[in-house]
């Protein structure tokens, strides 16, 4: 059974920095879709970063030069480092995997087959 858990939240202030971090128990091959959602309280959930057997990364625009998501050699632990925040970027962060997944540059939410619980992020200006 797969389980993926969620840690490293917590509030900044707009140009600060967090990485999330993403654990996953049970075995999920290295070379699987791995990503970051994040979500807002009566907005629909976003993409906002996939990687692809710990090497091919997507980002959306408007995080590409803040956002790195990486993961470790086996795929147990993923990570997303967020530097130069800013308060657009407040929201549920969630983790998702996929050993299914045709296309992990397309981070949509049906795409994958296992999430996390999230963890809140809140940048302050």
């Known amino acids: 059974q797969i389980q993926l858990v969620e840690s490293g939240g917590g509030s900044v202030q707009a140009g600060g920095s967090l990485r999330l971090s993403c654990v996953a128990s049970?075995?999920?091959?290295?070379?699987?879709?791995m990503a970051w959602f994040r979500q807002v309280p009566g907005n629909e959930r976003e993409g906002v970063a996939s990687?692809?057997?710990?090497?091919?990364?997507s980002y959306r625009d408007s995080v590409k030069g803040r956002f790195t998501i990486s993961q470790d050699n086996v795929g147990k632990t993923l990570y997303l480092q967020m530097n130069n925040l800013q308060p657009e970027d407040t929201a549920m962060y969630v983790c998702?995997?996929?050993?299914?997944?045709?296309?992990?540059?397309?981070?949509?939410?049906?795409?994958?087959?296992?999430w996390g619980q999230g963890a809140q992020v809140t940048v302050s200006s």
């Open positions: 049970g075995y999920l091959a290295g070379r699987r879709c």
């Open positions: 990687i692809y057997g710990g090497g091919r990364t």
């Open positions: 998702a995997a996929s050993v299914t997944s045709r296309d992990c540059p397309r981070i949509v939410g049906g795409n994958f087959e296992y």
